[in-house]
């Protein structure tokens, strides 16, 4: 009986093979050690990650903002502890990842912390630099200009509105208007929804007159506003005059 005879060539395209199963398992290797596990699948199944994020929280008081973190892993039974170091957290022990954190007097930076227990024993924690919008605080203290608007082409009443519908509106606004303000428009049908689409906004025509086209609704709302204003695209209550709106103006549908 003969012995086979392997070519060089299959010898190669062995070694190569081995060499690429080596690297993957290195790789792999690495991953696991760089705190992956909870993505790859690698480490424990019961691990933990959060992020935390902050935002404005809704009403007057800029000093105070929501955080919230953003969990990885399994939640039952995790509770959190908030921690800073000089404002307030409130709660400051919660069992929903998510506090209010509002600034110490006099203080525009902090650093806001959490950490993450299930049972008696802590499974995670992050933390997160948040800094003071000093410039809504000043808007907060200091008197608005002296500006009116007012909506004087007024739509018709169509309390259920539509993506079909269409129709004029426009305006005119007065007192010390600057060049950089912008009138936003909403209508409402179930709730005050932006016109004529998404983030949009008008400017100011010479004259001091603005307009646009827009979908129908019962009621009809125009919003002079100052650069940074966020225009959402739903709100269920329109926003009250101060900080970026300026001056608003509200009408029924006219009826027909």
Not at 50 to 61: E, F, H, N, T
Not at 182 to 207: E, K, L, M
Not at 225 to 232: M, N, Q
Request: glycine share 8%; aromatic share 8%.
């Amino acid at each position: 009986m003969t012995s086979p005879v392997t070519s060089s060539s299959t010898i190669s395209a062995k070694h190569r093979t081995l060499k690429r199963r080596r690297l993957a398992a290195l790789a792999m290797l690495a991953a696991c050690a760089g705190g992956a596990a909870a993505v790859a699948g690698c480490g424990d199944p019961n691990a933990v990650r959060v992020a935390l994020q902050a935002s404005p929280a809704a009403g007057r008081d800029v000093r105070r903002l929501d955080i919230s973190g953003q969990i990885v892993g399994p939640p039952a039974g995790l509770h959190y502890k908030w921690f800073s170091v000089s404002g307030e957290c409130d709660p400051q022990e919660s069992t929903l990842p998510a506090t209010s954190f509002r600034f110490a007097e006099g203080a525009t930076r902090d650093r806001v912390s959490v950490e993450v227990w299930r049972d008696d024993r802590r499974v995670a924690q992050s933390e997160i630099d948040v800094r003071l919008d000093e410039q809504r605080a000043r808007m907060m203290t200091q008197p608005g200009p002296d500006v009116r608007i007012e909506i004087t082409q007024i739509p018709p009443y169509e309390p259920e509105g539509g993506d079909f519908t269409r129709a004029e509106i426009g305006g005119t606004v007065n007192g010390d208007v600057s060049p950089d303000y912008q009138v936003v428009i909403y209508a409402r049908a179930d709730a005050w929804y932006i016109q004529p689409n998404s983030h949009a906004f008008h400017a100011i025509r010479q004259g001091k007159t603005w307009g646009s086209w827009t979908h129908t609704g019962s009621s009809y709302a125009a919003l002079l506003v100052r650069p940074g204003f966020d225009a959402y695209t739903r709100l269920d209550v329109l926003p009250q005059v101060g900080e970026y709106v300026l001056a608003r103006s509200v009408v029924e549908g006219a009826r027909r």
